[in-house]
């Protein structure tokens, strides 16, 4: 098992950042897959960043360029870097893991264990 708690969320002016922060209960490195997911309001959820068990790192379209995963092994921290921030950036962000046996490119939906959501409003 693993638990996972999120910080960093809160209200943004666009073009501005915030960093999130993802505390895991135990070791997150090799052998699990991390990322970063979202979900606006009427929407479903996205994955808009991944780390995967050998440390490749890919992010959603929507999102390249100006979000950065990162994992701080040392203090089992997941963390997202967000810049350039707009309006349509405006969701629930969760972080998530899953077991590395299968791939990590797959559905939210497989990652097992989740945090309970930091809510991040980036207003025009």
């Known amino acids: 098992q693993v638990q996972l708690v999120e910080s960093g969320g809160g209200s943004v002016q666009a073009g501005g950042s915030l960093r999130l922060s993802c505390a895991a209960s135990?070791?997150?490195?090799?052998?699990?897959?991390m990322g970063w997911f979202r979900q606006a309001p009427g929407k479903e959820r996205e994955r808009i960043a991944l780390?995967?068990?050998?440390?490749?790192?890919t992010y959603a379209d929507s999102v390249k360029g100006r979000f950065t995963i990162s994992l701080d092994s040392s203090s089992n921290t997941l963390y997202l870097q967000m810049d350039s921030l707009n309006p349509e950036d405006t969701a629930m962000y969760y972080c998530?893991?899953?077991?590395?046996?299968?791939?990590?490119?797959?559905?939210?939906?497989?990652?097992?264990?989740w945090g309970q959501g930091t809510k991040v409003t980036v207003s025009s």
């Open positions: 998530a893991a899953k077991s590395s046996s299968g791939s990590c490119y797959t559905s939210w939906a497989r990652f097992q264990y």
């Open positions: 135990r070791y997150i490195g090799s052998g699990y897959c």
């Open positions: 780390r995967d068990n050998f440390g490749v790192k």
